[in-house]
């Protein structure tokens, strides 16, 4: 199976969450997979750790990776929300610097702004290490803790995603 663990590294413009760990600052340039080969990377990946848990809604939190045409990866993103409904998001991924392939953006809709996606470490099948670092202003923060604590979600600074239960998703598209 495979399985993906994502860091999100969240910067804040205003002020520090308490009890959590953010940074503020500029973001981390980690060194990511060399050789990165997107096709190998294709197919559905199972989220198993997020760091922080702030995004954390649902659970069985999947991501569906197919290549375009164009050379460019459709992304679907989906999870079992607490109500028992599936959410979920299609966006596309687009390597911006062919010499640099592990670096990719992830556009998601209009609007939006794009978000990083470096593949630091993979083995193109069990295991997967995923870094995201952008900008959220302290509003937005508060707004996704308001979102969470109404949901009866708990906030932890680092919580497993929940890959139990999952049947009614399994191959969800
Ligand atoms: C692409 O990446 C290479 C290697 O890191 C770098 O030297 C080059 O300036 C980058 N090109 C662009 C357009 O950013």
């Not at 060399?34 to 096709?39: A, C, G, L, M, P």
């Not at 959220?136 to 604590?149: G, N, R, T, Y």
């Amino acid at each position: 199976m495979k399985a993906f663990q994502v860091l999100f590294m969240l910067l804040l413009t205003a002020a520090v969450a308490d009890g959590q760990s953010f940074h503020l600052g500029k973001c981390q340039q980690p060194s990511v997979q060399e050789d990165f080969d997107v096709t190998r990377y294709m197919g559905t990946w199972y989220e198993i750790e997020k760091l922080p848990a702030i995004f954390e809604r649902g659970k069985c939190n999947q991501a569906t990776y197919s290549l375009l045409a164009d050379g460019t990866v459709k992304v679907h993103n989906s999870e079992l929300l607490p109500n028992g409904k599936i959410n979920s998001i299609e966006g596309v991924a687009k390597v911006k610097n062919s010499s640099q392939p592990a670096i990719l953006t992830v556009s998601f809709f209009k609007g939006v702004p794009d978000g990083p996606y470096w593949v630091l470490s993979t083995d193109y099948q069990s295991y997967s290490l995923v870094y995201s670092c952008f900008r959220l202003v302290w509003d937005v923060i508060s707004q996704l803790h308001d979102e969470l604590a109404s949901a009866g979600v708990n906030l932890n600074r680092l919580t497993v995603s929940d890959q139990t239960g999952c049947d009614q998703t399994k191959g969800m598209k």
